[in-house]
C-alpha cells in the first residue's frame, strides 16, 4: 500500500513561489502505471487539479496554471514536486499530492494541509 | 475545457436512496470517478469508470452513466455517508487534462 507524504511550507507572501514536496512510501515512483499528482482546495469550495507527471517526466498542467506551476520527479528519492510561482491569496488552499492512473481515478491522497498566502 | 455540474446539496433519510447526479456534454463518452470527503479528511475514490468500486468500497455504492448525466446512487443509506461527493472525468480534448465537479454535500436526515 503507498503512502505519500508532503513537505513544505504553510505560510508565504504574495509574490513568492510556493515549493512542495511528496515523498512516496512502499513503493516505487517508476514502477510504472501510475501518475503523481497535486491538486488544491481553497478553504470551503471543491477540488482543483493542478497538474500530475509521469515517472519518465511527462508533466500534464491545467491550462489555468500552466503558466506559473512546474512540477519534477527525483526517482532516486522517490519524490515529486510543485512549484506555484507568483503566488497571491486566490492561492491559499489545502494542498494534495497523489497518485492515479491515466484515467485520473485517485487511489492514494497525502495528507492535505493548509498553505496561506498572506502579507 | 470540459464543465461538470452538480446540484449543490442531496438530503436523504437514514435507510433510503440517494441519488447524486453529474452533468456534463456528452459525459457517456468519458469514463466518471466520484469520490467522498468528510470535513477535515482527504477524499476517498468510492466509484472508478463509472461504476465501479474499489476494495473496501461497500456495494451500497454503485454508479451510471449514460448521455449527459453521470448518478453515484447510495443505497440504505447510512449516517456515516454524510460527506461531499465529487465527480471526476479525463478530458482528453486537453492532454490528461483532469476536471473535478463542484461537489455536492449529501445530508443524512
Known amino acids: 500500500q503507498l503512502q505519500l507524504q508532503k513537505s513544505g511550507p504553510g505560510l508565504l507572501k504574495p509574490s513568492e513561489t510556493l515549493s512542495l514536496t511528496c515523498t512516496v512510501s512502499?513503493?516505487?515512483?517508476?514502477?510504472?502505471?501510475?501518475?503523481w499528482g497535486w491538486i488544491r482546495q481553497p478553504p470551503g469550495k471543491g477540488l482543483e487539479w493542478i497538474g500530475s507527471?509521469?515517472?519518465?517526466?511527462?508533466?500534464y498542467y491545467n491550462p489555468s496554471l500552466k503558466s506559473r506551476v512546474t512540477i519534477s520527479i527525483d526517482t532516486s528519492s522517490n519524490q515529486f514536486s510543485l512549484n506555484l510561482g507568483s503566488v497571491s491569496a486566490a492561492d491559499t488552499a489545502v494542498f494534495y499530492c497523489?497518485?492515479?492512473?491515466?484515467?485520473?481515478?485517485?487511489?492514494?491522497w497525502g495528507q492535505g494541509t493548509l498553505v496561506t498566502v498572506s502579507s | 475545457s470540459f464543465v461538470l455540474t452538480q446540484p449543490p446539496s442531496v438530503s436523504v433519510a437514514p435507510g433510503q436512496t440517494a441519488k447524486i447526479t453529474c452533468g456534463g456534454n456528452?459525459?457517456?463518452?468519458?469514463?466518471v470517478h466520484w469520490y467522498q470527503q468528510k470535513p477535515g479528511q482527504a477524499p476517498v475514490l468510492v466509484l472508478y469508470?463509472?461504476?465501479d468500486r474499489p476494495s473496501g468500497i461497500p456495494e451500497r455504492f454503485s454508479g451510471s452513466n449514460s448521455g449527459n448525466t453521470a448518478t453515484l446512487t447510495i443505497t440504505r443509506v447510512e449516517a456515516g455517508d454524510e460527506a461531499d461527493y465529487y465527480c471526476?472525468?479525463?478530458?482528453?480534448?486537453?492532454?490528461?487534462?483532469?476536471?473535478f465537479g463542484p461537489g455536492t454535500k449529501v445530508t443524512v436526515l
Open positions: 497523489a497518485g492515479h492512473l491515466g484515467n485520473g481515478a485517485v487511489d492514494y
Open positions: 512502499g513503493g516505487s515512483i517508476s514502477s510504472g502505471g501510475y501518475y
Open positions: 507527471i509521469y515517472y519518465s517526466g511527462s508533466t
Open positions: 456528452n459525459i457517456e463518452s468519458k469514463g
Open positions: 469508470d463509472d461504476g
Open positions: 471526476q472525468v479525463w478530458d482528453n480534448t486537453s492532454d490528461h487534462f483532469y476536471v
